[in-house]
């Protein structure tokens, strides 16, 4: 019995943490440097008649502790509060997820590689968190594996990061390639 006890410990402490609730389902999702954390895009979905449709999505950093970054508080709030863009550098397919909360910028990426036609084929990519006051950085929490994302979905769901080099090129459907 004692055996049973520690075996369910170990596993109980060693899932990953699964930030998206039951209504939802990922557009982004990592485990970062411990296994109860986990840096996610969450979307939600409704039947609009002609089938599911994502209705919005939330940024959620899941630690032991619960949710300790989430934004925005309503998720239909989303597509137009998180920012996406996109490019090819250096051979690199790299995505950026940004947005504005109590006055530090948070910017999720992603990157994978090399240069394909579909850029989330590979699997092999990284990403992370950083989070930065005044142009400053203040901290970044990185991916400790490759993480799931659906870069078509989540480019068509949020709103266009005109802060990129590209403007509205850099969320358009093919990405642009940096010189």
Known sequence: MRFFASALAFVLTAAP????????????????????????????????????????????????????????ANPADGPKQLFFSHQFKAGLYQASIRFEKDGERYRLLFKDGPEQSDPSASGAGSGGLEITTAGKPVRSIACSEPP?????????????DLE????????????PEEP
């Open 164 to 175: 990129n080099m590209f403007g509205a090129a850099g969320c358009g459907p093919k990405a």
């Open 17 to 72: 943490a699964l930030a998206c609730d039951a209504t939802e389902t990922f557009l982004f999702t990592c485990q970062t440097d411990a296994p109860e954390r986990s840096l996610s895009l969450c979307a939600t979905e409704a039947d609009s008649g002609d089938g599911l449709q994502f209705t919005g999505v939330r940024f959620v950093y899941q630690t032991e502790k619960g949710e300790e970054i989430a934004f925005p």
């Open 148 to 160: 799931a994302f659906y870069y078509d979905q989540t480019r068509a769901l949020l709103a266009c």
